[in-house]
């Protein structure tokens, strides 16, 4: 019996030691806990859980947004995965503001998949009446704080001659529907991937409208021209014609390929199924790869190769 109970402990110890070796642990840095980057995530990590069989688990950070996440890659963290738009990586491998320390390291960044982009919603009252940018002049708009959308509304401002005119209230975007619901202020600005969580939550207490961006405006705005539809939020019964920009996956050179390759491998497998519960999942094709900052990690093009999937050579170039 003994000898019976020490084999069956030997087995059981094996069988632990296996799983712990086929267990792979990423850190997945996000954004903050109310955004839809947040709940994008969540349902990345527990997609490629499903997808990978549980070898591989992704444990998701919450951060203070793309500029943080980014930052924290300049210290070459381990198994360490984060998104940002492809942007931020350029101005970090070229030390501009506010990435001038750690400049060597970033050029270490490597890309692996996109992800939905970021959206920009301005939002209003529908009692407010204001049907336009012009109608905002002397109105209180909550513009964000220290993020894309905030740095995006400004420069929206001041190239329409609006700078100086909005009373732009520079806060925290959290608690812009509380705002709006108490009438303290006519609308607020804040970007992701739609439907937003945030907007959806303020359209569910108070009557909204979004801001579209007429042609001639598109002229004088950068970003890559979207259009919400119609019936995306409660009561916005017209399409919303605005901007976005790519948002994509990154990681570290020192990530082993084989991580890479799974990790990669299991997102797009889990995609399809995401894409089945989350609307914001259907908008990420492969067409969206050659939108990242290269080059891609030697995992993710393993992957793209095996899937028959032509790269554009800034994503296989060599650094």
């Known amino acids: 019996m003994l000898k019976r109970a020490l084999v069956v402990i030997a087995t059981l110890s094996l069988s632990m030691a296996n799983t712990a070796i086929a267990e792979t642990r990423v850190t997945y840095k996000s954004a903050k806990s109310t955004t839809s980057y947040y709940q994008m995530a969540v349902q990345v990590a527990e997609g490629v859980k499903y997808a990978s069989d549980s070898n591989m688990i992704l444990t998701v950070e919450e951060s203070q947004g793309s500029v943080q996440n980014v930052k924290e890659a300049g210290k070459n963290r381990a198994s360490y995965v984060f998104t940002t738009p492809p942007s931020l990586i350029v101005k970090a491998r070229g030390g501009v503001k506010p990435f001038k320390k750690a400049k060597q390291a970033y050029q270490d960044i490597r890309a692996l998949y996109p992800i939905p982009s970021l959206v920009m919603h301005w939002v209003v009252r529908e009692d407010s009446k204001i049907a336009n940018f012009q109608e905002l002049d002397g109105k209180d708009f909550i513009v964000g704080r220290g993020n894309f959308s905030a740095r995006q509304t400004i420069e929206l401002f001041k190239v329409l001659g609006l700078e100086g005119k909005v009373n732009a209230i520079d806060v925290e975007v959290s608690g812009a529907v509380s705002a709006l619901k108490n009438r303290q202020v006519q609308g607020f600005a804040t970007s992701s991937s739609f439907p937003a969580p945030n907007v959806l939550e303020a359209a569910s ?13 598109y002229g004088k705005v950068k970003g890559t021209p979207i259009t919400i539809p119609a019936g995306t939020y409660p009561g916005v019964d017209t ?54 900052a290269g080059p891609l990690h030697p995992g993710a093009i393993r992957y793209y190769k095996e899937e028959g999937i032509t790269l554009p050579a800034h994503l296989v170039a060599v650094q």
């Open 205 to 217: 207490s108070t009557p909204i409208q979004l801001l579209s961006l007429s042609e001639e405006d």
């Open 239 to 292: 399409d919303t014609q605005t901007i976005s920009l790519p948002v994509g996956a990154y990681t570290m050179k020192s990530l082993d390929e084989e991580t890479a390759y799974q990790l990669t491998k299991a997102f797009w497998d889990a995609k399809k199924r995401m894409a089945k519960v989350a609307p914001w999942w259907g908008s990420v094709t492969v067409d969206l790869l050659g939108e990242l």
